[in-house]
């Protein structure tokens, strides 16, 4: 059965370094997303990318982080300088399109 | 802004029973809704996906169901189990986005 990788599956890091997060979606899923759920909340969005165009980036502070989806694909997000206040479990997942289709979510990464 | 708002936060219910979830959402105007679980520390599992002219969903003894114009949603568990134990998150999408609501968390005890 087809499913989000992400990877790595947990992250240590201290203040002010950087780090990176690693997304391949489902095969043909057009729609990739990148949410943030902390502890004991649901999931935020943080971007959506349509293709390898982003089409929703409002949430993402875009001071320390960045996200790209070069060629469609497979995305990274990275997070630079890391801060306390971003341990979290970072969630990605994809979908057919932007609409009515179901959503799959990746096993996530947490960071702390 | 959607909000989605779940209630109740926690739950805890003896195996066998029967029990309802539920999420309520501001905003009727929505593409579908879909009931996720989530074990502890693991990423989100989605159970059913209700499209926005639909009423509902099963899935063995999983039934969600929609009122899209008083923007509630229900999730019925039928014969709880104890694995059954974990956070049920409603996410409804609109706007192109999935907005959540915080979760159920759910506990079947023996």
């Known amino acids: 059965e087809a499913e989000v990788a992400q990877s790595p599956r947990y992250k240590i890091t201290e203040k002010s370094q950087a780090v990176a997060f690693w997304c391949d979606p489902i095969?043909?899923?057009?729609?990739l997303y990148w949410y943030r759920q902390i502890l004991g909340q649901g999931p935020e969005l943080l971007v959506q990318f349509q293709d390898e165009s982003v089409v929703d980036d409002s949430q993402l502070p875009k001071d320390r982080f960045s996200a790209e989806r070069l060629k469609g694909v497979d995305s990274t997000l990275k997070i630079q300088p890391a801060e306390l206040g971003d341990s979290a479990m970072y969630l990605c997942?994809?979908?057919?399109?932007?609409?009515?289709?179901?959503?799959?979510f990746g096993q996530g990464t947490r960071l702390t | 802004k959607q909000e989605v708002t779940q209630i109740p936060a926690a739950l805890s219910v003896p195996e066998g029973e029967n029990l309802v979830l539920n999420c309520s959402f501001t905003?009727?105007?929505?593409?579908?809704l879909q009931w996720f679980r989530q074990d502890p520390g693991k990423g989100l599992t989605s159970l059913l996906l209700?499209?926005?002219?639909?009423r509902e969903q099963t899935s063995g003894r999983l039934n969600a169901s929609l009122d899209k114009s008083s923007g509630r949603s229900t999730l019925y568990i039928a014969a709880s189990q104890p694995g059954d134990s974990a956070t049920y998150l409603c996410?409804?999408?609109?706007?192109?986005?999935?907005?959540f609501g915080k979760g159920t968390s759910l506990l079947v005890t023996p």
């Open positions: 996410a409804v999408a609109s706007g192109y986005a999935l907005n």
């Open positions: 997942a994809s979908s057919l399109d932007r609409s009515s289709t179901e959503a799959f």
């Open positions: 209700i499209q926005s002219s639909q």
């Open positions: 905003d009727s105007a929505i593409y579908n």
């Open positions: 095969s043909g899923h057009a729609t």
